[in-house]
């Protein structure tokens, strides 16, 4: 699933096609919503929230959207053909741009004031402009029988990590995945890491996180499942985490991130 560094660039996307323009085409291809039009309003912002995409429109509306695992926006000069088949989900276009979300997870149209219905629950964002660090810490400490890689991963924490920035979070603060939250003294550190991580990373489509360029060097322990630590030499370990149906691939170096803690 997209992590909330791609979502924040889909906004900064759709923004610059669609903000302060007026919508000439709007077209639902969603059941609930495939008679609502927005012809004619302007579009006021589109702002990301952890993974959800919400874009206000002129009357007090807002069209908030996920993308879930396979969905995107695609911005193309208005008129351009789109793409076949049914993957359309929503189309929004002014004179000038055409923004076509294929494949979206989500798509609702709702009063502004119901946006908290899809973002209200979520925790801190790790690129919002109300970033709180001590709220994040505050939630990550509520369970502290939980793995630290499942509480991570918990959006209602701290929104927008996901399985590769947590890997990477994790391995630079040497913790294992599977140490409780409980047993963490410095939870701050993990995450100051990730805001930093996925804060210097918010405007590249290619993810560094060793400071490395080089092809095959660019993470510590995400995709390199098999292969020698960057650190130590030893096997990196893959698995999964999480209660079925939602377990989720987890990356580590048992090495250099010790189940228990050490002095």
């Not at 709180?132 to 499942?150: C, F, M, N, Q």
């Not at 918990?154 to 996901?162: C, F, K, M, P, T």
């Not at 947590?166 to 630079?172: G, K, V």
Request: proline share 6%.
């Amino acid at each position: 699933m997209p992590e909330g560094d791609v979502v924040y660039r889909a906004a900064r996307r759709l923004g610059l096609a669609l903000d302060g323009r007026v919508l000439t085409r709007s077209d639902f291809r969603v059941p609930r919503h495939a008679t609502a039009d927005l012809t004619g309003r302007t579009v006021l912002e589109t702002v990301s929230r952890g993974k959800h995409l919400l874009t206000r429109v002129e009357g007090g509306l807002t069209v908030h959207t996920h993308l879930r695992m396979e969905g995107s926006w695609q911005i193309s000069p208005a008129g351009r053909r789109l793409p076949p088949g049914d993957v359309i989900r929503l189309v929004l276009a002014n004179a000038e741009w055409q923004a076509a979300g294929v494949r979206l997870g989500m798509v609702d149209l709702v009063p502004v004031n119901e946006e908290t219905r899809f973002v209200g629950h979520l925790g801190p964002d790790l690129l919002g402009a109300d970033w709180d660090e001590a709220e994040a810490v505050r939630r990550l400490a509520r369970k502290p029988e939980t793995s630290i890689g499942e509480a991570l991963l918990d959006q209602r924490n701290l929104a927008g990590i996901g399985t590769i920035y947590r890997a990477e979070t994790l391995f630079l603060a040497k913790v294992s995945p599977w140490r409780p939250v409980g047993m963490i003294e410095d939870l701050g550190t993990i995450v100051t890491l990730a805001h930093r991580l996925m804060d210097a990373n918010k405007e590249r489509p290619s993810r560094v996180t060793t400071g490395d360029l080089r092809p095959g060097r660019g993470t510590w322990v995400y995709g390199r499942a098999g292969r020698p630590c960057l650190r130590c030499g030893r096997r990196i370990s893959r698995g999964e985490m999480g209660a079925q149906p939602q377990e989720r691939l987890i990356i580590w170096c048992g090495h250099c991130q010790p189940e228990e803690p050490t002095d």
